[in-house]
Structures are given as C-alpha cells and as structure tokens.
DNA sequence: CGCACTGTTGAAATCTTTCAAAAGCTGTGG
DNA sequence: CCACAGCTTTTGAAAGATTTCAACAGTGCG
C-alpha cells in the first residue's frame, strides 16, 4: 500500500517536471500536485470519451493516443499523450474532449481540479497558464502531423515521428542516449501515419537497417539523429 | 471613392454575418465593425508570415490560404480562409500565425483592435468571445484535414473538402442553391489535399462524370450532396 | 498446449505520381 | 486586333509507391 502509493508520487515527478519547465511552481504548489489524486486506468482502456470535459486532466505516467473512427472501420490516431500531456490541451475554448482517448500502457492521470487546501485558487491558476503554453505546443503536434501526412513519403513520416516523440519525451526527462520506451504497435504507427500495417513494417524494417534506429526490448534508439533529421525535413 | 467606400461597407455583411450568428451585437457594435478601418490586398499577396501576431484580424472579404513550405518546394496548404474568419483563430493562446497566409483572390481585412471610440472596449470583449468560438471550429477543420489526409482516398478527400467548403460558405450566406464562388486552382487543391496536381485533375474529372458536381464560370456546384456525404463519410 | 496478438515476408493488384505534351484562357504590348 | 507569354487544365503512358492478400513465425498468457 504504502510502497504503491510512494510509486505513484515518484510517477508524478515526470508531470512536475513538464510543468516546471513551463511556469514557477513553489515548493508548496510542488507538494500539491504531488499529492493531488489520481486515477488508474489499465492498458487498452477508454479514458476519455468524444464530448467529455478534462479540463485539467493531465497524464502523469504512461501512454495514451486519440483517435476518431470512420464508419467502415478505418481509424485515424491524430497524436500521442506522453507524461505531462494534457488530456484536453484545448480545453479553455470550452472545447470537450474531440476523439476517444485510449491508454496504450497503464497510465495515471491526475485531476488537478481535485486539488483541495487554502492555496489552490493559485495553484488552478498557475495550470491554467500552463495549459496555454502546451496547448501552444499541441498545435505544433497537430501541424507536424498534417504536414507528415500530407507531404511526407513513408519513410519520412516514420522518421518524422520517431524524432517528434524523442524531442517531447526528452523535455519531461524520459530519454537516455536518445533511447527511449516504446509501447507503439505497428498497427498503431499504421493508423497515425496513414500507412498500412504491412508497409510500416518494412518501413522500419528500412530505418533499422539503415543503422538509423534500433529496437530492443521495448525501447527504441536513435542511433543516427542527424540524417534521420535531413530525410525527413525535421526542425527543431 | 464613395462607391468604393459603398462596397467595402457592403462586404463587411459577410463578417457581421459570421459574427451575429455566434454573439449578440448591438446595432451600434454593427455600425463600428462596420466603420472600422480596413486593410487591401490585391491577389497572391502574402497577408501574413509566420510569426506575426494578427490578433484580431478578420478576413471581411475573399479568399485565402495557410501553408507551410518544406524545403525541397513542396507545400502543405493546411487550411482555407474564407470571409469571416480570424487570420489568427488560435491567437488567443499567445500564438502567433504559424504559417504563410496568402491572398487567393483579392481580399480585404479588418482589424477590430483599429476601432476606437467610447464602446470599443465591450466590443473588444465580444469579439474575444467570437474568437473563441470561431477557434473550435477551426479546430475541427484541422481534424476534417487530418482524416482527409490520413484515411482518405483521392476522391474521398475531395469530395470531404468541397462539402466541407459548402457548409462553411452557406454560414456566412455565401450560397445559394449548393452553388458557391470557387477560387481554387487545382494547384492549390493538390497542395491542400496531399496529392499531385494531375491527379487533382482526374479526380474532379471523375466527379464530374459521375455527375456529383459541376464546374462553370468560377462557380462550384454540389449536384448530389447525398452520394458526396456517403462517399466521403462526411458528418454535420 | 492453444489462443490471441504482434511482427515478418512474398507476390500481385491498385492507386498515385512522374514525365511529357498539348490545349484553353487571360492579360499585355505592339 | 493579333501575337505572345504565362498560367491552368487536360490527356496518355510508364514508373513508382503503397496496399491487399495470404501465409507463417514469435511471444505472452490463461
């Protein structure tokens, strides 16, 4: 229980983190969040539905991606949520939850709305300019991918991706030597990437015999960041 | 002079039309929006860069186009303006325009921050409110790109889109009939769509065979807006 | 052990692009 | 008014990228 329980606030460093990197959070404020309540939820779960309201739901560990289905089955995943990612990243619009959000891994999320004691008026404050600056961030996601899926060839898109997940996942400290975890199935690239699941395959199949990624054990590494970044037009 | 004022005044109805259709203005908030100063551009000019900030700027008039360069030329073409809507529909996040927005047809655009006068203040907080309404919806027209980008066949993705245009022109009462002022070359369609300008070709060919839509005089019309909606999955 | 899911591979089919050329259209200057 | 340049649309044929179909191997789990 107890060991469970100090897991969890160990999970929520990633979160701070995130938030640190963006706004000044007092050592107080700190300890709210780190104590704030959470939710669990299982790998393969619904977390969110199309038209719920997360106004300020972060991820505070695991994966999770959004998607939205077509009526003959196809399905279109517009992004991935890492740790310290927003639910809702345009929730200030009045904007709800647009597509159903899916946890890849066993993720935790925290409400920071369930933050109870007599400073934490402030507190939604300071998160709330928070969620202006990611949602900032989330835009670019949205654009990398438009511009992915529009211009993109196959193995570009693959590169593109792989280098945009390596970029956020460093900012919340969950890289080592451009290694980091990856619980994305093929069939998941497939369905962000706009490819079928057998050509992702073979695309990967391409990367990592061009000695530009690795994929061990649940991790992927980029080996050759450089041209991964001239073949596919990344900036940033 | 006074004619030209005259149609200027005119144009600004479109606007005021988008505007009425999401918050309430006074007819003397009317009146200002429709006094306030404007700004001209004549056809393929660049309206705005990347980086410049155009908080409160209004397409009053014309058409244009958000795109984004790689740098071997080719181009992403993320979105469609029409009159109505805001240069910046995300500008309230601190963010500026991300993209190029060139002029497709000439436009002409108001600054609602230029209007002065003893009331401008409410009519700043009613336009702020526009935009935040107006900003969901460009939300959802990115996703609409998305899935036309992701899921769709050549022909899918056209018929999404021009549908797409239909609903959004027949809001600001730019329709009449399914028919409405079609500006786009099929450049601009491929550019927008993903695909190679001689497929954009063969692709309206083969709606218009099929008798779907019809192309006459710089004019769209939507012939068969049911087989269009089935075709492309489009929903509202 | 067997089932369900994920990854891998080959071959054929399909969609889309590229290349090349020509025709239509528009505005400009002689 | 014609000629011309420049842009847009159109068409055919060949090349290329990606999908589909089908089958099989590996892995984890009850």
Redesign the interface.
């Known amino acids: 229980m107890r060991a469970a329980h100090d897991l969890s606030i160990r999970r929520r460093e990633t979160l701070l983190k995130g938030m640190s990197a963006v706004v000044a959070l007092s050592d107080d404020e700190q300890q709210q969040i780190r104590t704030a309540g959470s939710e669990l939820r299982e790998k393969g779960s619904l977390i969110a539905e199309d038209g719920e309201h997360r106004r300020s739901s972060f991820l505070a560990s695991g994966w999770a991606l959004r998607q939205?289905f077509?009526?003959?089955g196809?399905?279109?995943i517009?992004g991935f949520l890492i740790p310290g990612d927003p639910l809702a990243p345009?929730s200030y619009?009045?904007?709800p939850v647009?597509?159903g959000i899916v946890a890849i891994t066993p993720v935790e999320i925290v409400d920071v709305t369930h933050i109870g004691g007599p400073r934490s008026a402030r507190l939604l404050d300071v998160i709330e300019r928070f969620n202006?600056t990611v949602?900032?961030d989330h835009?670019?996601f949205?654009?990398n991918?438009?511009?992915r899926?529009?211009?993109h060839s196959a193995v570009q898109r693959m590169a593109h991706l792989l280098l945009e997940l390596h970029s956020r996942l460093m900012r919340v400290g969950l890289t080592s030597d451009g290694r980091y975890e990856f619980p994305l199935t093929q069939e998941m690239l497939a369905?962000?990437?706009?490819l079928s699941v057998v050509h992702v395959n073979r695309v990967m199949k391409q990367l990592r015999s061009a000695g530009l990624v690795q994929q061990t054990g649940g991790k992927l590494q980029i080996l050759n960041r450089k041209r991964l970044e001239q073949l596919s037009?990344y900036s940033e």
Chains 1, 2 share one sequence.
């Open positions: 939205e077509l009526a003959d196809r399905r279109q517009s345009f619009l009045g904007e647009s597509d202006l949602a900032r835009l670019q949205y654009r991918q438009m511009i899926l529009g211009c369905d962000a990437l706009g037009e």
